[in-house]
């Protein structure tokens, strides 16, 4: 099954108390999918604040957007945790609502060996026959699936990519070294041009958001071998991707992306305790990022 080039992880939008607006939510899906060129949904990743949804808000989730995806998009359910019983529960509940995949996040804070995390990704992957997409983000959970670990994955058949926030020389041995068939994502959008010159198939983005259409145009060009204009359409865009990541305080994402869309007019509302909403010097710099 092919995901596409760029996959957006959805925020999920909030009403004024914090609760899940489904108007917002087929709103958003809409736009990323029509205005934004996404080819897939992330739902219930990071950016989506997966730790602060409980289990029946993700799975609703999960149910409503497939739905309302109507097939023009692939919608990638994020069911990973850092307890393997509790991930294969989420996952087996997920596959009945018909999502198209999962993204499966390193355990964190536990800090498992690379034998565990193989174990707890091959027990995962042998409970669904959903495609399984790893999710390597160091600087979140604490541990790295190392290039070693991904490749022995990238063998199960139902374990067909990754996203992968490590650093290039990890995305270049994964990306020569896996499966035959096996994927990686870019996980870092100022990395995306850099990721598919040394083999990345595409890139799980925040920032498409935003400016999702023109990283499409980005992506297209590169792959049409127009480097040169590739390049300059990344440089361009690199004050956005840099700037939705390194507000003036490092305010952790979605924050940042919820004030952006909201000033656009896509209305996501704010984020759940205990991440807060930007500050008044916050909004100016990340809006002055589109000026």
């Known amino acids: 099954m092919d995901f596409g080039r760029l996959i957006t992880a959805m925020v999920t939008p909030f009403d004024a108390n914090l609760q899940i607006d489904w108007d917002q939510v087929a709103k958003l899906m ?12 992330v739902i219930n990743g990071t950016t989506g604040e997966s730790p602060t949804l409980t289990d029946e808000e993700k799975l609703q989730l999960f149910q409503f957007t497939v739905k309302h995806a109507k097939g023009r998009c692939k919608i990638i359910a994020g069911t990973g945790s850092n307890d393997t019983a509790h991930s294969i529960h989420l996952s087996k509940e997920a596959e009945k609502l018909g999502v198209d995949a999962l993204l499966l996040v390193a355990p964190y804070y536990n800090r498992p060996s690379q034998e565990g995390l193989f174990q707890h990704f091959k027990a995962i992957a042998e409970a669904v026959s959903l495609p399984c997409i790893l999710y390597n983000v160091p600087s979140r959970t604490g541990v790295n699936i190392n290039v070693d670990t991904t490749i022995r994955l990238s063998h199960i058949p139902n374990i067909v990519a990754t996203k992968d ?116 010097e916050e909004g100016r710099f990340i809006a002055s990022l589109f000026e």
Do not use: W
């Not at 809409?30 to 949904?41: A, K, N, T, V, W």
């Not at 890139?203 to 480097?227: E, R």
């Open 30 to 41: 809409d736009y990323l999918i029509e205005e934004q060129e996404s080819d897939s949904l």
């Open 165 to 280: 926030c490590a650093d290039l020389d990890q995305i270049t041995q994964i990306a020569h070294g896996a499966a035959p068939g096996f994927v990686v994502y870019s996980g870092e959008d100022n990395m995306t041009l850099p990721a598919l010159s040394v083999g990345a198939y595409g890139i799980i983005s925040v920032a498409s958001h935003v400016i999702g259409k023109d990283m499409k145009n980005m992506i297209n060009c590169y792959l049409q071998g127009d480097v040169r204009e590739a390049s300059q359409i990344h440089a361009k865009l690199h004050p956005i991707f840099k700037g939705l990541f390194a507000c003036p305080h490092r305010v952790p994402n979605p924050a940042p992306v919820k004030f952006a869309l909201n000033r656009k007019g896509i209305e996501v509302g704010g984020v759940r305790l205990p991440l807060i909403n930007v500050t008044e």
